[in-house]
């Protein structure tokens, strides 16, 4: 018996379940993918593909030996994980950062919860009040923000089984993998909640067939997951009986909501052998009672949810950060991450990383079309409108990466043993550009030696006796403010030795 857990690598999962095919065999096949930023490859025995990756986590594939694509559709990528060996566990988010979380912790895939998204999105009880339309932005912004596969609550549909195939196609256009539909009537509720009624048999199936077609109108292979809360509406006969009647309608995963024991969850997995079926472990107290992943998996579950554990948690754990504030404290560092940690979850310092690779393009399209003073400066500088559209066109092509020998000052020596402003170098020259809009363009340091340096960054510069400016500074203790001026384009530029 194999139990799918989670692993602790943060790498596995971006790759280890997408990089599965159905032809590649472990004997003759090799993975190579190129690492962002690095163009470094690592391998594995599965069939060989190149993809490329953003700071977001997406992955694209660009070619497969497999002659397919090997790196899917998040729907393809699930259904390989229902077709794997194990049974899956799958914890439930309700926004874009608990999702990141899931997959940051190693888990194949996820589920988004009604219940938590109505709790942290409007602050309100499951109870039918959120709408359609925000479960779907909300999904969005989820699937968005990792690269594992989501299964999203669907709830019953939002109506008619015309209500229904906007549903699915929307959330296929949402990027989600699979989708929950249940047979409450409107308003629908937690399946775990007191006063649950279900549709008629004949809707429930009409709603599930009209998912199925809306799926194939959309060229989707979206997973269907067809849920009833009949258990507790009506009995457990009728849940078992439904079960079967929304398989044979084209359901890809059946569930039965708070089935209350383990016998019941037994006669269920007994039902329609060949779909996958679906457990709801419902954390804190639920009907159904808590069952090991192994326990589950000898009943013959194949997938189980985990939908309050997440939000659960952060209730609590905010609750008791905010009892700390309210005495006069902080929370424990124990209780929360650093700021360090933090920024790396939210990838501050992968986007820093992208960043870079656009950084010489930027700076060299807003600086390289050169300035001007004032003309009552002493320093002024006359930018010709040729030489401005000779830069124009220049910063449209692809940046070069230039390797730059600089000028140094003086041609002292850079260990401060000789010279008058030898210990220049132990000053920097702060540049810094503010745009007309008040938002900062530039803001960089380099060794005040390097007179190179300074008109590579800003070519305008290089009509100005920086030598002399430094000349009347460099004596002088503490910092000072070398210029001062806005250039023809209304920016400011500034630059101060430090």
């Known amino acids: 018996m194999t139990v799918s857990l989670p692993s602790h690598c943060h790498s596995r999962n971006a790759f280890a379940n997408l990089l599965q095919h159905p032809n590649a065999t472990s004997s003759h096949l090799k993975t190579t993918y190129t690492q962002p930023y690095t163009g470094k490859t690592r391998s594995n025995h599965h069939s060989t593909i190149r993809f490329s990756t953003s700071y977001r986590g997406r992955i694209c594939a660009l070619t497969s030996d497999a002659g397919d ?56 009880p499951d109870t039918g009040l959120i709408s359609y339309g925000e479960m779907v932005d909300q999904g969005q912004q989820i699937t968005g923000a990792v690269s594992i596969p989501i299964i999203g609550d669907g709830d019953n549909g939002y109506g008619n089984p015309m209500n229904v195939k906007r549903t699915v196609k929307g959330y296929i256009r949402a990027g989600f993998a699979g989708i929950i539909l249940e047979d409450q009537v409107s308003p629908k ?104 992943p192994l326990e589950l998996a000898d009943v013959g579950y194949k997938v189980v949810a985990y939908p309050l ?29 650093s700021f360090e940690e933090i920024k790396d979850i939210l990838g501050f310092n992968v986007y820093y990383e992208e960043e870079m690779l656009y950084n010489t393009k930027t700076s060299q399209s807003r600086l390289e079309r050169g300035y001007s003073f004032p003309n009552n400066s002493p320093n002024s500088i006359q930018t010709s409108t040729q030489k401005d559209l000779e830069m124009r066109n220049q910063s ?28 220049i170098w132990s000053r920097k020259l702060r540049i810094r550009i503010t745009g007309r809009d008040g938002f900062e363009r530039l803001d960089v340091r380099i060794p005040a030696g390097f007179l190179e340096g300074i008109t590579n960054i800003v070519p305008a510069l290089g009509g100005i006796n920086i030598k002399e400016l430094l000349d009347d500074a460099a004596l002088e203790e503490g910092g000072k403010q070398l210029l001062d001026f806005n250039d023809a384009m209304g920016d400011r530029i500034q630059v101060f030795l430090e």
């Not at 077609?213 to 989707?220: L, P, Q």
């Not at 359901?251 to 383990?262: N, Q, R």
């Not at 209730?315 to 124990?334: C, F, V």
């Not at 449209?396 to 210990?423: C, F, H, K, L, R």
């Open 189 to 292: 509720a937690c399946g775990h909640t007191r006063g649950r009624k279900v549709v008629s048999r004949e809707e429930a199936i009409m709603k599930i067939k009209a998912a199925v077609d809306a799926r194939t109108e959309s060229g989707s292979d979206i997973v269907i997951v067809a849920r009833t809360d009949s258990r507790q509406a009506v009995s457990l006969e009728e849940s078992l009986w439904r079960a079967r009647a929304l398989a044979d309608a084209g359901a890809d995963v059946l569930f039965i909501d708070a089935l209350a024991s383990k016998e019941e969850m037994k006669a269920f997995c007994e039902v329609s052998p060949l779909v996958p079926k679906m457990a709801n472990m419902l954390e804190g107290g639920g009907k159904t009672p808590i069952l090991s």
């Open 396 to 423: 449209a092509q692809d940046p070069v990466v230039e390797v730059v020998t600089p000028e140094i000052y003086g041609n002292y020596p850079t260990d401060g043993s000789g010279g008058p402003y030898s210990g």
């Open 69 to 124: 694509d090997a790196v899917s559709s998040p729907a393809k990528s699930l259904r390989r994980l229902l077709a794997s060996p194990g049974i899956h566990l799958g914890p439930a988010c309700f926004d874009a950062l608990s999702a990141k979380l899931v997959e940051r912790a190693g888990f194949d895939f996820c589920f988004t919860t009604g219940f938590g998204i109505s709790a942290a999105r409007l602050g309100l």
């Open 309 to 337: 554990s997440l939000i659960g948690v952060s209730i609590r754990a905010m609750q008791d950060a905010l009892l700390a504030i309210k005495g006069g404290r902080i929370p424990s560092p124990g209780s929360m991450p």
